[in-house]
Every structure is written in C-alpha cells, then in structure tokens.
C-alpha cells in the first residue's frame, strides 16, 4: 500500500477514551482544514500519518497541529472544534512563533491540544511525496 514520506513525522498514534466523541470532532476538524479521514473501520480512523483508536489503559496526551491551507480555515477548524465536543484553547490569531504564524488551539474530548496553523502564502515543491513497496 502507497505511503507517503519525507517530511519530519512518520505517524501519530493517539489512543483516546471514547472512539466515538474523537471520530466525531476529529472528522469535523479535519474537514474544515481541507482534509478527510483516509482509511476508518469500528476500531480506528487515521488521516494521512495520524492513526487513532481506543485505549486499553491510559489515554495519550500530545500536541498535535495539522496544517491550514488559509486564516478562514484556521477560523473555520475553531469553531468546528468547539462544537463537535472540544474545548477552546485559544481562538483563531496571530501568533508571536514566527512572522505570519496564525493558528488556533482547542483540546480535543480526551484534552490533546490539537491546533491549526496557517503559516502564509507558501510556495511548495510538491503536495506530497508518495512511496509505493518495491515487489
């Protein structure tokens, strides 16, 4: 199965209390940055390299922030994470991590602080970089 590689993070594995409330908020916040789930079954959903299910103990706790295409998508991944169960951590603003830095934060059902950032106008070499197993 084709992959894709070559940026800094491999995976995300988030183990979450209630599969459920994080289908939910997550389908909702990834759809208003632009993005939907790219494989999901009744034990797990993933996007990309961010791979979720529930956990047999403790909860993970992380900072996770996905990549906004635009500030109305920062805006629009805020209010979807407020009413799809998420807390808010920060509404939709500029941030002092670097010049054009605009994100917003909101802690996801089981308190990850899940972000979206819009970095501005960027020009990219490629969308992704796809890898596919050699037979």
């Known amino acids: 199965m084709p992959h894709h590689q070559g940026r800094l993070i491999d995976h995300v594995h988030l183990r979450v209390s209630d599969l459920e409330a994080s289908r939910r908020f997550y389908r909702a916040v990834l759809k208003a940055v632009g993005r939907e789930f790219t494989s999901e079954s009744p034990t797990h959903f993933a996007c990309d390299e961010l791979w979720v299910d529930r956990a047999d103990g403790p909860v993970s706790r992380v900072h996770l922030a996905f990549q906004a295409p635009d500030r109305e998508a920062v805006h629009a991944f805020h209010a979807a994470a407020l009413s799809h169960g998420g807390r808010d951590n920060g509404g939709p603003g ?8 605009y994100a917003a934060f ?20 490629a969308e992704s970089v796809v890898v596919s197993r050699k037979a």
């Open 106 to 125: 909101a802690f996801d059902p089981d308190g990850h602080n899940i972000e979206a950032v819009y970095h501005g106008p960027t020009e990219r070499s």
């Open 94 to 101: 500029e941030r002092s991590y670097h010049l054009g830095y």
